[in-house]
T-cell receptor, first 117, second 111 residues
Framework: ETGVTQTPRHLVMGMTNKKSLKCEQH?????MYWYKQSAKKPLELMFV???????ENNSVPSRFSPECPNSSHLFLHLHTLQPEDSALYLC????????????????FGSGTQLSVL | RKEVEQDPGPFNVPEGATVAFNCTYS??????FFWYRQDCRKEPKLLMS???SGNEDGRFTAQLNRASQYISLLIRDSKLSDSATYLC????????????FGAGTRLFVKA
């Protein structure tokens, strides 16, 4: 148990569906992240929220929409996805000393394995 | 060229062997360096930080060479449970907020 919980663990969706991924951290951290991990590729940073403000948006297509209502919760809203979006989506949290300053240590959730048909 | 490069492996070693991984990074402004471990179908977990002075934690030793821009991880007396993917991670605070992961090196330790 890492203190970062993601749901659902697995998701299969059609290209016209709308779904949301949820992440909750119980560590008292002030920064949360979404990463995408495709097979045999490095983790790709998608979004960062530090102190509930989005500080990074790595040219992610608009079909991915993040939401961070408070420092403990992070959502990734999905709509009209493509098959190439199939991947493991990982949420992480950290304790940032300064907004935007890379944290020393990331704690990851178990991820959501997403398949887009 | 990728900013963080690792040999993908796989490295297949017998139990008890010593194995070493290297990772190179291209941005000289990189600040902090880490090794993470990721088991199959699981999330990455921090293994250890890497310092110029070297960092040892039991059977694991990590080293940073800033001049040559590479970091290394040495595993002594390999155990079956060491089988995993080892991710090299580099952070920097130039060009925006950046924590960059390597693609990972696969290790299989066999009995």
């Amino acid at each position: 148990e890492t203190g970062v919980t993601q749901t659902p663990r697995h998701l299969v969706m059609g290209m016209t569906n709308k779904k949301s991924l949820k992440c909750e951290q119980h560590l008292g951290h002030n920064a949360m992240y979404w990463y995408k991990q495709s097979a045999k590729k490095p983790l790709e940073l998608m979004f960062v929220y530090s102190l509930e403000e989005r500080v990074e948006n790595n040219s992610v297509p608009s079909r991915f929409s993040p939401e961070c209502p408070n420092s403990s919760h992070l959502f990734l809203h999905l709509h009209t996805l493509q098959p190439e979006d199939s991947a493991l989506y990982l949420c992480a949290s950290s304790q940032d000393e300064v907004r935007g300053q890379p944290a020393e240590k990331l704690f990851f959730g178990s991820g959501t394995q997403l398949s887009v048909l | 060229r990728k900013e963080v490069e690792q040999d993908p492996g796989p490295f297949n070693v017998p139990e008890g062997a010593t194995v070493a991984f290297n990772c190179t990074y291209s941005n000289s402004a990189s600040q902090s360096f880490f090794w993470y471990r990721q088991d199959c179908r699981k999330e990455p977990k921090l293994l250890m930080s890497v310092y110029s002075s070297g960092n040892e934690d039991g059977r694991f030793t990590a080293q940073l060479n800033r001049a040559s821009q590479y970091i290394s991880l040495l595993i002594r007396d390999s155990k079956l449970s060491d089988s995993a993917t080892y991710l090299c991670v580099v952070t920097r605070n130039t060009g925006g907020f950046k924590t960059i992961f390597g693609a990972g090196t696969r290790l299989f330790v066999k009995a």
